[in-house]
């Protein structure tokens, strides 16, 4: 038995308290499982009366987070302030100087000064672990960094944020449109007062930059990350997927491709049936393509209070066992600067909806442009109104480049009987 | 940079030989995310000369695999060999008493013999990791162990044998019955020219015992685990649970309930659209329930030999990482002894099927059986043929006790129109 682990705890919302309530509540569990006790003797958030799930008068409570990283008995800082930059860059970066170890759930952090962070780290000695920041409960990042560690990967696609996913099941479950839904998710409190970082694809944007890291040995890059959100998304849509036998999902994903790393999250068709398209709701999932293992899939709660404390004491179970990884999977100097492919020289098939005047020639233009970059179409379907009026036309293609398909949308987009600018989803086989 | 992590490799099968294809191929892999270099310098086999798809004449070929645990020049021994006893045994032991790190993929060995061996390893400061014991290339215990570590864990289940399920699988999508599809995967290699232990639920009762441990910090216990196999599942059974929405797999589960720990393998109705039911072919796959983390699924390849080496260079790589877990979690000599609650205790809902003379009368003395064990009918399906002829009835009932269904069965079994004992399917829902 050693010394205990002594631990501070800057942020208490509902990350936080979750973590005190698992760090009081197993207490006997984590001394079993790690060989040491683990012990909290300091606490910061910003009001220290506010009403809290946990009993916290045992701690010393610091209203200023940065003495959390110059305390003497505080061993591991616990970051869940949250934010790129500002308190929370500058306590992770002092905290690791000064010789501590940090556990955050802080994926803006992490995304951007992961590869400065952990290189400090490293010179410390000290862990810099953050599976919390990905995928809530689900541990990923340690499947990347070690339980899938002999593998080569070539791909990982995530379901990444739990907002997106639960507007889009709501969609076609409750044949609403994007909107109505959201306004429902904010009421129940899945989504934010301005929704625009998770609905617009940021928020799994960084997400997909630490998985990137840690599945290539790449130091994070969101300036190579190509983003689309679900803004654009409608009822019809997946109503017309549905009909080609798929369901809409926003993924993130990035693979390894003859001309680099390709980082992309934009919503996608998946198959119906496909384990992709089971996970429902505010349900997180990480598919990872390894060399020798195959397809892994797993899925569990990505988002919420005592799941992501799961993780985040998991992270501090590490660090009482002596774990010490390398924070991104190799060693920080041998981070590489990521080798970007071009979102150009995606290889993908697509689901394409247009709105044109029902008249003829009108689809001959259509499947001219198509057929003019190269591009060969594999389903059609028309939803004709009355003739000389509007009809909508959805064609999904074999594989093409997004290259050829930008090309073709832009043609598409200038033919005079058209009435709305094609719309194109990806379709994820 | 530290010296070479030294490996002797005893058993070159389809595992063995992909674990040298790894070390080799992934060389600089392997170093990059451990810091150190990985060497195999001996290798074991029964047949020297036999044909392998990886060159070994780099390595010096011991006959005796036991020569690998007195090596000067091993670090690692990795046991690959196979069986609960003899040389496999041996040769584990004998590797942690000379202060040897061992890396086995030996179920039935952990099975049986874990919490000695534990024991021993951690008196000697040695490692001693199984990952590609239960479910090939998922990384499971690894995620027990550490990624969830901060859970109390109330039910694990799991798609643990690829064989049983791949049967299943082909059963329903191909209208076969068992023999049939069991036959064709022995011809395709799928399955063991003596299947029984596959099919009898054997090899997956020694993967359950282990994850049991791991969940609970208790020495893996086969004594106490409740095991069936799929043998008397027909392709009717699988038309039946389909008209109630139901697939059939085969699990293993383990809980910890009031009376203690419950651990059965046998055949499930799993719902369809769940995510057990979406486990096809030879996948495995294992679902977790944390207290915090709330459910996490992960599915892959449950075996094969790259996806089981892939686990077993894993588990190299963390030894290289001087990763020091406890095998089981918890300190050897804090594992405690299972308490085990007994089969009659387990609530669940059952699916029945009858077999009885199409007379007046039968349906009311069947119900009445289960009426006086308490059981509540929820569904109630009947094919009958002409008139006093044999008529099928399948009933799933609402959630009772094993002890309450044993004994309505065995009444029901007893009255004189019943042309065939009745066969129940646990529902797990």
Same mark, same amino acid.
């Given at each position: 038995?050693?010394?205990?682990?002594?631990?501070?705890?800057?942020?208490?919302?509902?990350?936080?308290?979750?973590?005190?309530?698992?760090?009081?509540?197993?207490?006997?569990?984590?001394?079993?499982?790690?060989?040491?006790?683990?012990?909290?003797?300091?606490?910061?958030?910003?009001?220290?009366?506010?009403?809290?799930?946990?009993?916290?008068?045992?701690?010393?409570?610091?209203?200023?987070?940065?003495?959390?990283?110059?305390?003497?008995?505080?061993?591991?800082?616990?970051?869940?302030?949250?934010?790129?930059?500002?308190?929370?860059?500058?306590?992770?970066?002092?905290?690791?100087?000064?010789?501590?170890?940090?556990?955050?759930?802080?994926?803006?952090?992490?995304?951007?000064?992961?590869?400065?962070?952990?290189?400090?780290? /490293?010179?410390?000695?000290?862990?810099?672990?953050?599976?919390?920041?990905?995928?809530?409960?689900?541990?990923?990042?340690?499947?990347?960094?070690?339980?899938?560690?002999?593998?080569?990967?070539?791909?990982?696609?995530?379901?990444?944020?739990?907002?997106?996913?639960?507007?889009?099941?709501?969609?076609?479950?409750?044949?609403?449109?994007?909107?109505?839904?959201?306004?429902?998710?904010?009421?129940?409190?899945?989504?934010?007062?301005?929704?625009?970082?998770?609905?617009?694809?940021?928020?799994?944007?960084?997400?997909?930059?630490?998985?990137?890291?840690?599945?290539?040995?790449?130091?994070?890059?969101?300036?190579?990350?190509?983003?689309?959100?679900?803004?654009?998304?409608?009822?019809?849509?997946?109503?017309?997927?549905?009909?080609?036998?798929?369901?809409?999902?926003?993924?993130?994903?990035?693979?390894?491709?003859?001309?680099?790393?390709?980082?992309?999250?934009?919503?996608?068709?998946?198959?119906?049936?496909?384990?992709?398209?089971?996970?429902?709701?505010?349900?997180?999932?990480?598919?990872?393509?390894?060399?020798?293992?195959?397809?892994?899939?797993?899925?569990?709660?990505?988002?919420?209070?005592?799941?992501?404390?799961?993780?985040?004491?998991?992270?501090?179970?590490?660090?009482?066992?002596?774990?010490?990884?390398?924070?991104?999977?190799?060693?920080?100097?041998?981070?590489?600067?990521?080798?970007?492919?071009?979102?150009?020289?995606?290889?993908?098939?697509?689901?394409?909806?247009?709105?044109?005047?029902?008249?003829?020639?009108?689809?001959?233009?259509?499947?001219?442009?198509?057929?003019?970059?190269?591009?060969?179409?594999?389903?059609?379907?028309? =939803?004709?109104?009355?003739?000389?009026?509007?009809?909508?036309?959805?064609?999904?293609? =074999?594989?093409?480049?997004?290259?050829?398909?930008?090309?073709?949308?832009?043609?598409?987009?200038?033919?005079?009987?058209?009435? /709305?600018?094609?719309?194109?989803?990806?379709?994820?086989?």
């Amino acid at each position: 038995m050693t010394h205990p682990l002594r631990i501070g705890i800057a942020g208490l919302g509902t990350v936080g308290t979750s973590v005190v309530a698992i760090i009081e509540g197993q207490r006997a569990l984590l001394r079993a499982r790690t060989g040491s006790d683990i012990e909290i003797t300091a606490v910061s958030a910003r009001d220290k009366n506010k009403e809290r799930s946990v009993e916290l008068g045992a701690y010393r409570f610091e209203s200023d987070p940065m003495a959390l990283v110059s305390a003497s008995d505080v061993d591991v800082v616990v970051e869940l302030i949250g934010g790129a930059e500002g308190v929370a860059h500058e306590l992770v970066k002092t905290a690791l100087k000064n010789g501590k170890h940090v556990v955050t759930a802080n994926k803006a952090l992490i995304a951007a000064h992961g590869a400065s962070l952990a290189a400090e780290a /490293e010179r410390k000695n000290c862990a810099l672990f953050f599976e919390a920041a990905v995928a809530g409960g689900i541990p990923i990042l340690k499947a990347l960094r070690e339980g899938l560690a002999a593998n080569a990967i070539s791909r990982v696609i995530g379901i990444l944020n739990g907002t997106c996913n639960y507007i889009l099941t709501h969609m076609w479950e409750g044949k609403r449109e994007l909107a109505d839904v959201l306004a429902e998710a904010q009421a129940l409190g899945y989504a934010e007062a301005d929704p625009s970082f998770d609905v617009g694809g940021m928020d799994a944007a960084h997400k997909l930059a630490i998985l990137t890291a840690l599945a290539y040995g790449a130091a994070p890059d969101l300036k190579h990350l190509h983003v689309e959100g679900i803004e654009g998304v409608s009822f019809r849509d997946m109503q017309f997927a549905d009909q080609l036998g798929y369901t809409i999902r926003l993924l993130g994903i990035t693979s390894r491709t003859e001309q680099g790393i390709l980082q992309r999250v934009h919503p996608c068709l998946v198959a119906k049936g496909s384990s992709l398209a089971s996970v429902r709701g505010v349900l997180g999932a990480v598919q990872v393509q390894g060399d020798s293992v195959g397809t892994v899939f797993m899925q569990g709660a990505g988002a919420g209070g005592a799941p992501t404390a799961s993780s985040v004491v998991a992270d501090v179970m590490d660090i009482a066992r002596s774990n010490r990884s390398y924070a991104f999977g190799i060693a920080a100097d041998k981070l590489a600067a990521l080798k970007p492919a071009p979102m150009a020289s995606l290889a993908s098939a697509y689901y394409v909806r247009i709105g044109a005047v029902d008249k003829p020639g009108v689809l001959a233009d259509i499947t001219a442009s198509f057929r003019d970059s190269g591009i060969s179409v594999k389903s059609f379907i028309q =939803h004709g109104q009355a003739a000389g009026e509007k009809v909508t036309i959805v064609i999904a293609t =074999h594989t093409t480049t997004e290259a050829d398909m930008q090309r073709a949308l832009a043609t598409i987009a200038k033919q005079p009987s058209i009435l /709305e600018a094609p719309f194109s989803i990806r379709i994820e086989e």
